[in-house]
């Protein structure tokens, strides 16, 4: 029940507003086949979770969308008979910018959320004097960071490691989860080597 609870409430946030919008993802992955082969279609995978994560309908609302991802990439989701266990950890964070687009230094907000790494927290502060000509408070900008792990469950070797960073102006987080997730996993099971840039169109 709380599963679906967390699908429907996710449904609606990623509902929005018409039109579209297209999130750019800075991308590092790096893949290790467990015994030199590649990730097979339909292969099957659990959500592994850490002792932080003791939220239950913010986990489900991340694995939901997770799974809708990893299932466009051909992974089946099966808690029972799973080959491979998933790890997902999330961040946002606030930042005021200049007219240019620069963080500033005088007024400036620090804090977050954090899936996946210690648990759920959030702070935010502001301070500082702001600059001639500058708007009072300076817009805010955000940075979205996603990583997830995948580990085959037989010898516990991670195969497969993606992250993706979106930095920009909006703070409605499970969407732009949903861009940065299907960033990450771009060009699964086989990832070109180095850093790229993923975009991604979602809705409004």
Same mark, same amino acid.
Request: proline share 5%; glycine share 10%; with cysteine.
């Given at each position: 029940?709380?599963?679906?609870?967390?699908?429907l409430?996710?449904?609606?946030?990623?509902?929005?507003?018409?039109?579209?919008?297209? %999130?750019e993802s800075?991308?590092?992955?790096?893949?290790?086949?467990? =015994?030199?082969?590649a990730? &097979?279609a339909? +292969?099957? *995978?659990?959500?592994?979770?850490?002792?932080?994560?003791?939220d239950?309908?913010e986990?489900?609302? %991340?694995?939901a969308i997770a799974?809708?991802?990893?299932?466009?990439v =051909?992974?089946?989701h099966? &808690?029972?008979? +799973?080959? *491979?266990?998933?790890?997902i950890?999330?961040?946002?964070e606030?930042?005021y910018?200049?007219?240019?687009?620069?963080?500033t230094?005088g007024s400036?907000m620090t804090g977050?959320?954090t899936?996946?790494?210690g648990?759920?927290?959030?702070?935010f502060?502001?301070?500082?004097?702001?600059?001639?000509?500058?708007?009072?408070?300076p817009?805010?900008?955000y940075r979205?960071?996603?990583?997830?792990?995948?580990?085959e469950l037989?010898?516990?070797?991670?195969?497969?490691?993606?992250?993706?960073?979106?930095?920009g102006?909006?703070?409605?987080?499970?969407?732009i989860l949903?861009?940065?997730?299907?960033?990450?996993l771009?060009?699964f099971?086989?990832?070109?080597?180095?850093?790229?840039?993923?975009?991604?169109?979602?809705?409004?």
């Amino acid at each position: 029940m709380k599963r679906l609870l967390a699908l429907l409430t996710v449904a609606l946030l990623l509902g929005g507003c018409s039109g579209m919008r297209l %999130v750019e993802s800075q991308v590092r992955t790096k893949a290790v086949p467990a =015994g030199g082969a590649a990730i &097979e279609a339909g +292969a099957t *995978y659990r959500f592994e979770r850490l002792p932080s994560q003791t939220d239950a309908v913010e986990t489900d609302s %991340v694995e939901a969308i997770a799974e809708a991802e990893l299932a466009e990439v =051909g992974l089946v989701h099966d &808690e029972k008979a +799973a080959r *491979y266990s998933v790890q997902i950890s999330t961040r946002m964070e606030a930042y005021y910018v200049d007219d240019w687009g620069r963080p500033t230094n005088g007024s400036r907000m620090t804090g977050g959320v954090t899936f996946g790494l210690g648990g759920m927290y959030g702070s935010f502060g502001s301070g500082g004097m702001v600059g001639m000509g500058m708007r009072f408070p300076p817009p805010a900008q955000y940075r979205h960071e996603v990583t997830l792990l995948l580990r085959e469950l037989r010898s516990n070797q991670i195969v497969y490691e993606t992250r993706a960073t979106h930095e920009g102006p909006w703070d409605d987080r499970y969407n732009i989860l949903r861009a940065t997730l299907a960033a990450a996993l771009k060009d699964f099971p086989n990832p070109p080597a180095g850093a790229r840039r993923v975009k991604v169109e979602i809705p409004r």
